[in-house]
């Protein structure tokens, strides 16, 4: 039982993770307090079997590029969001609960703004989530359940793209928000340079690779 063992005596190093089987959902729920909201840990549970990893500084460097050039890439196009970051996205009926690196709300922004508390029986959940796998994949069945239409995940140094259809995520050359912008290369083009270039000059970089390709939008 996950209650049998406090959870504070369990230590995870970056880059690794742990799996408990078996977890009901009032577990999830007691986990969920005992860990608090103040931690660096993250958290997916889907039917029973609760993930809980640390991500490597490197992952975290590589979040921060990924969610900075989208926005570069909203403002360009004068789009509104939101980002709620890394907060819990969690549906009882569903029995799943989500921690992404990092999530935005395009077409819902304006439902978000000043949230508080999430209830996804009742709020829509981000229509964009980000996700970094750099020693092992994301799982992807918690989004399914949750609805998350489209995912951004990094693997092997590179942006892939998977659009939800028909309750299972299929991945795309395109994003389903941002038309013909081929966002994909754009933003891979950048990643593979990401070690060598500050941060602010990778946002710069890439604002003027958005600019000529806004017009075949």
Not at 66 to 88: F, Q, R
Not at 116 to 122: A, P, Q, Y
Not at 169 to 187: M, N, Q, R
Request: glycine share 6%.
């Amino acid at each position: 039982m996950v209650t049998s063992i406090s959870l504070n005596r369990i230590r995870i190093s970056a880059g690794q993770r742990i799996y408990l089987r078996d977890v009901s959902w009032t577990e999830f729920e007691q986990v969920l307090l005992e860990l608090g909201e103040k931690r660096a840990t993250k958290i997916a549970y889907y039917a029973g079997e609760l993930e809980i990893r640390m991500p490597l500084p490197e992952h975290e460097r590589i979040k921060v590029l990924i969610s900075n050039l989208l926005v570069v890439l909203l403002e360009e196009l004068d789009l509104p969001w939101e980002s709620l970051g890394s907060s819990t996205f969690k549906n009882s009926r569903m029995k799943a609960g989500i921690e992404p690196d990092d999530c935005f709300y395009l077409t819902n922004c304006q439902a978000m703004i000043g949230k508080k508390r999430l209830d996804l029986d009742i709020d829509p959940p981000p229509d964009l989530a980000i996700e970094v796998d750099l020693t092992s994949p994301t799982q992807l069945s918690a989004y399914e359940a949750l609805g998350v239409p489209e995912i951004w995940r990094y693997q092997k140094g590179k942006l892939a793209i998977f659009i939800l259809t028909q309750g299972h995520y299929l991945e795309s050359t395109i994003s389903s928000f941002f038309g013909s912008v081929p966002v994909k290369a754009g933003i891979s083009s950048i990643l593979e340079r990401s070690n060598e270039t500050l941060m602010s000059e990778s946002r710069k970089e890439f604002r003027q690779w958005v600019r000529p390709h806004l017009d075949i939008k």
